[in-house]
RNA sequence: CGGGGUAAGCAGAUGGUCGCUCCGAUAUCCAUCGGAGAGGAAAGUCCGGACACUUAUCACUGCCUAGCAGUGAGUAGUAGUGGGUAACGCCCACCCGUAUUCUCGAGCGAUUGAGGACGAGGACCAGUACCACAGAGACUAUACUAGUCCCGAUGCAAAUCGGGAUGAAACGUGAAAAGUGAAAAGAUGUUUCAAAAAAUUUGUCUUUACUGACUAGUCAAGACAAAUUAUUGCAAGCUACUUUUCUCAGCUCCCAGUGAUGGGAUGUUUGUGGCAAACUCUACUUGGUGCAACUCCAUUCAAACGGAGGCUUGAGCCUCGAUGCAAAUCAAGGCCUAGAUAGAUGACCAUCACCCUCCGCUGAAGCUUCGGGCGACAAGUUAGAAACGACUUGUCCUCCAUAGCUUUAGCGAAGGAGGACAGAAUCCGGCUUACGCUUACCUCGAUUU
RNA sequence: GGCCUGGUAGCCAAGUGGUAAGGCGGGAGUCUGCAAAACUCCUAUGCGCCGGUUCAAUUCCGACCCAGGCCU
């Protein structure tokens, strides 16, 4: 789980990323960022009701793809002061994890906001 | 071996790296240490409560006005009886039915005892609606028509119109046919059968006469056959209707039971289908909205956005005891056991155990099959009158052998793959649905002995 | 989290206890020199799924599945 200064959590912010952001869509995820004023990083995460109907399903997902920006935060390789919200698509549930660490690490070096 | 049901239990463990939430302590803004951290369904949101706001569909009444309570109507719901509960459509026990019996037992038997399964199981003698098609008739049962008779009107008459009476059968139709099923007697009608003899109609044949003639038509007579009508009954079948007896339901009385109900008695007094998961009636329950309820703080003219509370000590859990057939209740002792908010309780890796499933190797049995050999039978050829023999083809049995499938046993450190349903969101009691494994019992099916 | 609607043929849909209208579509034909339009005929395993009540269920009742909407 990510520290609560680097979660996104509030509608307002979500909707600020989703519409002013700047975005790249990969095959099985989306991947939006913006920039904040704040001294961190924070991140969100959509799995909407149509990728899966359980909702254990969707959270784990979801732990897996925070545990991948987790790391990364750890290991300080992403820059400051920017919002980004991670968007899953359908079929993303048959990825194993390898993959979707490769495929996020794709899209944040596209983004160029790594160190 | 497989399927289903009921009850109980579990919901992999250990280690490593990196992390999250809450509480406490130290500490004082960074952290450290310790403790705790999803379910039997947390799900579906189908019922019921707690809790909060709202006086709330109407009218009336009382207390006495701050609100509370009651009655009636309305709305919505439930439905054998009794009990449990905060409450329920839930649970427990019992009754009745399915049932002239599903299982087991006793008995020669009639019968009887016990157990299991299933049942949304009040009332169509309060009223209304519906019951397609078929059928005379689907609830005021047997109508309507043809036909016959009478009367009246019109008309010379024939006839027409109107009214009244009479007017066959109840086979059958249908999911259901007039309280229920059975027996006996009487009796009516009908059908069949038998007898005797007659009439009518139709058909065929023959003969006569006529039509100019005819193998054509008509008339008459005769013979044969069939059908219909009428008569008789010593027959048989069905049957309207009547009577009697028993049965079923109901009424009255007695006994047992809190009650549903059961057992018995009395009598001939009562007896109109189905449908209420149709309206309805009866009895009982029932205001609405829902924690995104609601309260507070801050901001504001007022709100919204925001924050905090509500929020986890509760119809709570464990042990023992008492009462009760049981559901459950009571008493004593002990315990504190999630509280997140884009939503924590984990991510990745390794090892071990477990049993299960699939793949794997070997053996056995069975079945099918390509091929080959011995034999038996049939057909054909040699073959001529016939036969043996020989050859060819086909079928069958057995053996060898190839491949496949099924079952079963063993081996698996020679291995591989996989591990159910599913994530708290105010809390609780139920129901329903999803689902892996273990144990016990019940039940169904298949195979083998 | 809570509340509420709906599911009928390939599509849009009506309907109600007695075996299911209509339109668009599809096919064939008439008409035309050929088309379009028009007309005629035909077509379809259709009431989400399972169970119950009933003689009979698309309809009534219960459970499940799916789709959509509202409250913030």
């Avoid at 913006?34 to 969100?44: A, C, I, V, Y």
């Avoid at 899966?52 to 790391?71: E, F, G």
């Avoid at 935060?73 to 048959?94: M, S």
């Avoid at 979707?100 to 794709?106: D, G, I, Q, S, T």
């Amino acid at each position: 789980m990510l520290q609560k200064v680097n979660r996104l959590a509030k509608k307002k912010d979500f909707d600020r990323v989703l519409r002013f952001g700047q975005g790249i869509i990969l095959k099985d995820l989306g991947l939006k960022i913006s920039k904040n004023d704040l001294p961190m990083t924070r991140f969100g995460f959509i799995v909407s009701n149509k990728i899966a109907k359980r909702a254990n399903k969707r959270n784990k997902l979801k732990r897996r793809l925070r545990d991948i920006i987790r790391l990364k935060i750890k290991e300080k390789r992403l820059k400051n002061g920017l919002d980004a919200v991670v968007i899953a698509r359908q079929g993303i549930l048959d990825r194993t994890y390898l993959e979707l660490k490769e495929e996020l690490e794709f899209g944040l070096n596209k983004l160029k906001i790594l160190n």
